[in-house]
């Protein structure tokens, strides 16, 4: 079964820094593919940026590139969301997912395996 445990979330003002971990577990996850998604109230599940375990192919919104970098380490099975220069609208749960599959699925459809979510507020 697999398990995926968010942490790392928080309240910040703009222009602030935050990285949020996913603990991955009970699977070799290879052959995986990590997202992160998000959700602001009222508003669909996004990605906000994905990468492939074994390749590092990585993917990441337009509204993220250059502020965000997704990475993982192999050892701890963790894969991590560095956000930098945080915007009010960046404000949402953030949710961890996994799937197995060589091309990255962009939609939440595309991940069977979901994390509990972090809540991440940024203030202006």
């Known amino acids: 079964q697999v398990q995926l445990v968010e942490s790392g979330g928080g309240w910040v003002q703009a222009g602030e820094s935050l990285r949020l971990s996913c603990a991955a577990s009970?699977?070799?996850?290879?052959?995986?593919?990590m997202g992160w998604f998000r959700q602001a109230p009222g508003k669909e599940r996004d990605i906000v940026a994905a990468?492939?375990?074994?390749?590092?192919?990585?993917y990441y919104a337009d509204s993220v590139k250059g502020r965000f970098t997704i990475s993982r380490d192999n050892a701890k099975t963790t894969v991590f969301l560095q956000m930098n220069s945080l915007k009010p609208e960046d404000t949402a749960v953030y949710y961890c997912?996994?799937?197995?599959?060589?091309?990255?699925?962009?939609?939440?459809?595309?991940?069977?395996?979901w994390g509990q979510g972090t809540q991440v507020t940024v203030s202006s």
């Open positions: 990468i492939s375990w074994s390749r590092g192919n990585t």
């Open positions: 997912a996994a799937t197995r599959a060589v091309l990255i699925p962009l939609g939440q459809q595309g991940y069977p395996y």
């Open positions: 009970g699977r070799t996850f290879s052959s995986y593919v």
